[in-house]
């Protein structure tokens, strides 16, 4: 995976499908620049609230100067090669859409949960597929996985901070797994969840108050827990 953030990815097309590029990297954090003659709603949205800049031009040869990285949605031959040609003469990534053979890098389907980030890729054989697994994983890790990343962050913290063994941290994440934590928060109960945390890690010798962890767990996720 390349580190995009705050770096600048430039996307030629003004499609959905370009669209739908250009919404990856900005949740990578790149500062997203589209070039096209023309573009749809979604990006001209995107560029009123200020997460994308537009470029209203043809591309030409010398337009990705800037880029850390180039994504592009085109279908004539004599595009492709010119765009292929001046990225590898920057030595920058490009991924020409559905066009492998023009491809330096992979932009999978991403799936993200706060921490938690999932990537479905078919090597460029079929987008559409890796965008269907990734809808169905969606079903499996709902939005709360997001909070329970954190949470497992916290608790390993803790563990580490008593000195318990790598093998037995192990093992607490197995009974954090099997505890009710996950479907506590996928509910909504938000302090109850936290309670029952508290409770493996005191399986383990670890003694923290729920107020303590709470006020750690707010830290990370920027709300009060005891209000959800």
């Known amino acids: 995976m390349l580190d995009m953030r705050?770096?600048?990815?430039?996307v030629i097309g003004g499609n959905e499908l370009a669209a739908e590029k250009a919404t990856a990297l900005i949740a990578s954090g790149a500062r997203v620049r589209v070039l096209a003659p023309e573009f749809t709603a979604e990006l001209l949205a995107l560029a009123e609230q200020g997460?994308?800049?537009?470029?209203?031009?043809?591309y030409e040869t010398g337009d990705l100067a800037e880029?850390?990285?180039?994504?592009?949605?085109?279908?004539?031959?004599?595009m492709i090669e010119a765009i292929w040609?001046?990225?590898q003469q920057r030595g920058q990534p490009v991924n020409i859409v559905d066009v492998p053979r023009y491809?330096?890098?992979?932009?999978?389907?991403?799936?993200?949960?706060?921490?938690?980030?999932?990537?479905?890729?078919?090597?460029?054989?079929?987008?559409?597929?890796?965008?269907?697994?990734?809808?169905q994983l969606e079903e499996t890790f709902s939005p709360a996985y997001g909070s329970y990343v954190d949470l497992a962050a916290l608790t390993r913290r803790y563990l580490r901070q008593q000195g318990v063994a790598y093998q037995t941290r192990d093992a607490f994440v197995q009974d954090l797994v099997n505890s009710p934590v996950?479907?506590?928060?996928?509910?909504?109960e938000v302090s109850e969840a936290l309670q029952a945390a508290v409770e493996v890690l005191r399986l383990y010798g670890v003694e923290v108050t729920f107020s303590e962890l709470e006020r750690e767990f707010v830290k990370e996720q920027g709300y009060d827990a005891s209000s959800q």
């Open 6 to 10: 705050d770096r600048l990815a430039i």
């Open 51 to 58: 997460e994308i800049t537009l470029q209203r031009k043809a």
């Open 67 to 78: 880029a850390f990285v180039v994504v592009a949605v085109a279908t004539e031959q004599e």
């Open 85 to 87: 040609q001046e990225t």
């Open 103 to 135: 491809c330096s890098f992979i932009l999978p389907s991403i799936l993200r949960r706060g921490r938690l980030t999932i990537a479905v890729s078919t090597a460029g054989a079929s987008p559409g597929l890796a965008k269907r697994i990734r809808h």
């Open 182 to 188: 996950l479907t506590l928060l996928e509910s909504g």
